[in-house]
């Protein structure tokens, strides 16, 4: 903490947009790293404006570099479910970085991190897990494991999904890939993508005719459970029960990537939620605690091809690293101890009816999806089940509410094909002040329409 900011979090939140400092930093950023980013998906291209700098981070709150206080909602993409810099968290980190930052050797708390994992995740419960540092990790390897073991090459994904940057997975794409319009990334050679098909999410009966017309060839389906990379978009009832069913008719494995939804719309993963029960699961984000860590784990006499039980090779220098475990076992430790998942589905339920009961009052059009503590907010009229609803959305009216809620003080994710994310430390004043920001901004978005 800087002398002159004392406790920023308790200021009234300001004007976000880049400011002096920001711009600066962003200019010179421009010119040392790709469109100034390290991640896409940071990029202000969709909405216009330059990417504010982020100082600090607490609770609720994000500090600029420009001084000004912001209410989050994107929680650095999901990780944040306690809020930034929750005391417990900071301080399990901090221990453990004083014994030593990475030993790359076995080490206890491995073990106890693992025990949680195959204790309160379904899917993992009698099985095997691995750490990994990523979530594209994660799903990456869970589909070369896929397909070792049974011995088939095709996988089959949703439009609009979105499971890392893996070669494999770049087709139909969703967040940044669909933000950017580059939905199958350039450098990926097409014998790489030749084995990857695409269903829409939610139609599970074209799911069942790319099993007919692929006899004996697809290794494994790879879906989030409630999309959140093309918006959010949850599954239809029924839905996931019957991609499990017609999974096992077809000895393909059913992979929930769990990355962002995983101890976000439920303890131990949306698949918790939903009572259906994947082979493999993929999780991030959270299980980090924003830290980079990732998973992916299940069925035990699937788990058992990893090397070095079996033939399929994966590695990692940093994986199962001491301050990612910690992490993420304090963050999975205090959403057992407190479970506030309850809590986190009423103040989202308040923010979302209450942003859709203003739009509707001013007249524009939205939609908004809600599971838990992470929803979207579509400018269209008409439900929204799958991403081509998500691209029927009004991606003008969408940029325009993003800089006037921006201006108000309040940090969305610049993109209309991502989702919001709620926090602990969203606290109802937190919420009424996105409530009175979201009012102003319609009211402006409507002036336009
Ligand atoms: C974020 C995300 C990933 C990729 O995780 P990284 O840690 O960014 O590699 C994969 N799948 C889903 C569903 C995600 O939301």
Redesign the pocket.
Same mark, same amino acid.
């Not at 990523?134 to 990790?137: A, F, K, L, P």
């Not at 979105?162 to 940057?165: P, S």
């Given at each position: 903490m800087t002398p002159e900011t004392p406790k920023f979090w308790t200021l009234p939140p300001g004007d976000g947009r880049a400011g002096p400092r920001s711009r600066a930093l962003f200019t010179a950023a421009q010119s040392l790293i790709p469109g100034g980013v390290n991640s896409p998906v940071r990029a202000f291209r969709s909405v216009g404006g330059d990417p504010p700098y982020i100082r600090a981070a607490h609770g609720a709150h994000l500090l600029t570099e420009d001084g000004v206080t912001l209410i989050d909602y994107v929680g650095s993409? #999901?990780p944040a479910i306690l809020g930034h810099a929750h005391p417990a968290v900071i301080e399990a980190v901090t221990r453990a970085a004083q014994d030593g930052l990475s030993f790359g050797a076995c080490a206890a708390g491995e073990v106890e991190f693992a025990e949680l994992l195959c204790r309160v995740v379904p899917a993992l419960r009698g099985g095997l897990v691995r750490l990994v540092s990523?979530?594209? /990790?994660a799903?990456m390897s869970a589909l070369r494991l896929a397909r070792g073991f049974t011995g088939r090459t095709k996988i089959v994904k949703a439009d609009g999904g979105?499971?890392?940057?893996a070669d494999m997975l770049l087709v139909a794409a969703g967040s940044g890939a669909a933000t950017l319009g580059i939905p199958g990334s350039g450098g990926v050679p097409e014998a790489t993508v030749h084995d990857t098909l695409t269903v829409p999410f939610n139609d599970a009966e074209a799911f069942a005719r790319v099993l007919a017309e692929n006899p004996g060839q697809v290794a494994a389906i790879i879906i /989030?459970p409630v999309a #959140?990379?093309m918006g959010c978009v949850p599954p239809q009832p029924g839905y996931l029960q019957r991609l499990r069913e017609l999974c096992s008719e077809h000895g393909t494995l059913l992979i929930l990537?769990e990355?962002?939804t995983g101890f976000r719309v439920a303890f131990g993963g949306a698949h918790a939620r939903y009572g259906v029960t994947p082979d493999l699961v993929?999780l #991030?984000?959270i299980v980090g605690g924003g830290m980079p860590c #990732?998973a992916y784990g299940g069925r035990r006499d699937i788990m058992q091809q990893i090397a070095p039980l079996g033939p399929v090779y994966q590695a990692g220098t940093l994986s199962g690293n001491p301050l990612a475990v910690a992490a993420g076992l304090a963050t999975l430790g205090l959403l057992e101890r407190e479970d506030p998942y309850a809590q986190l589905e009423a103040a989202s339920a308040a923010l979302v009816d209450g942003i859709a009961a203003r739009a509707a009052r001013h007249g524009v059009p939205m939609v908004g999806n809600r599971v838990g503590a992470m929803f979207t907010g579509f400018f269209r009229a008409g439900e929204v089940h799958n991403y081509d609803d998500a691209k029927g959305s009004d991606l003008a009216a969408f940029g325009r509410f993003h800089g006037e809620m921006l201006a108000r003080g309040v940090y969305l994710a610049p993109s209309q094909f991502e989702a919001a994310f709620l926090s602990t430390a969203h606290d109802a004043g937190v919420i009424e002040h996105t409530l009175q920001a979201a009012d102003e901004a319609l009211a402006i978005v409507a002036r336009h329409a």
């Open positions: 993409w #999901g990523s979530g594209t /990790e799903t979105y499971h890392g940057h /989030e #959140g990379n990537d990355v962002m993929c #991030g984000k #990732g």
